[in-house]
Nanobody, 115 residues
Framework: EVQLVESGGGLVQPGGSLRLSCAAS????????MNWVRQAPGKGLEWVSL???????FHADSVKGRFTISRDNAKNTLYLQMNSLKPEDTALYYC?????????WGQGTQVTVSS
């Protein structure tokens, strides 16, 4: 059974930081591109970041310079380091596998940026 379990979300003040984690199991994690996708309240899904199996990364313009995606294949874990958080970063953050199309989804972890 494929499982992606996100953790690390919570309430943080503007300008603060959080580190999200995603524990993967049930598939060959090291062979998959991994993504973070988010959904803000009342809005659609927004792709945030991608890390290829070899470690190459891409980030959406809205988070570039503030967020950093990474992976530890030995631990089957995906990370998203989020710095300089803004209220508009408030969203449910999903860990997602895939490249051409998304294949496996986690249940999400909530990030709320507010004073």
């Amino acid at each position: 059974e494929v499982q992606l379990v996100e953790s690390g979300g919570g309430l943080v003040q503007p300008g603060g930081s959080l580190r999200l984690s995603c524990a993967a199991s049930g598939f060959t994690f090291s062979s998959y591109y991994m993504n973070w996708v988010r959904q803000a309240p009342g809005k659609g899904l927004e792709w945030v970041s991608l890390v290829k199996s070899g470690g190459t990364t891409f980030h959406a313009d809205s988070v570039k310079g503030r967020f950093t995606i990474s992976r530890d294949n030995a631990k089957n874990t995906l990370y998203l380091q989020m710095n300089s958080l803004k209220p508009e970063d408030t969203a449910l953050y999903y860990c997602v596998s895939g490249s051409y199309r998304f294949e496996h989804w986690g249940q999400g972890t909530q990030v709320t940026v507010s004073s």
